[in-house]
């Protein structure tokens, strides 16, 4: 008997541990800012102007945000299905169909947070920071200038990157529309 509370206490405080310590990474849009966060770090993109365009699908909500911060436009999308809907679990596959793309190259990850450099199809290059931390939602900041991209990674990572000549964008290129569900793979019934 008392091994099995033993057992209990210990599995319990492990759970307690897990939900206390393990923070995933997230976006936060505020009145005055867009945060990036992850467990260790934080960086705050603040904003002078804010231009949102929503777009709702049959079962696909996207809200779109073009924000001019310190004279740059960068873009920050949220994407949410419905209830009996996932994205794909494959989320490469999510942002090569997206954003048509060539090649990606992967700088940092940290949970859910990942760090891209895409050569889109038409051969420019593109930064992107995605979250994605539950299969029915999935964040997109990018456009970022390769100054204000290379800035993020340092302070997330650690780590220097050098240019890459990445685009500067005004307006989301997205390519969201209903034949992302099932047909294209990118959204799935739960159901199937």
Known sequence: MLKKIIILVVLAVGILALV?????????LTLNSLILKTQQNGIVYPYQKIRRDSKNFSNLKVNQYSLT????EIIYEIAEVDDLYEFNDNQKSII???FDIKQS?????NKGLEALQLTLSDGKILN???VQTDSQKIEFLYGLSDKLFAKSMKQLSGKEIGESGAVVLSKPITKWSDKVNGIDGVISSIDH
Do not use: A, I, Q, V
């Open 20 to 28: 206390l310590f393990y923070k995933k990474s997230s976006f936060e």
């Open 69 to 72: 911060s310190d004279g740059e």
């Open 96 to 98: 090569s169909k997206l």
């Open 105 to 109: 190259r992967s700088l940092f990850e």
């Open 128 to 130: 992107l920071f995605f």
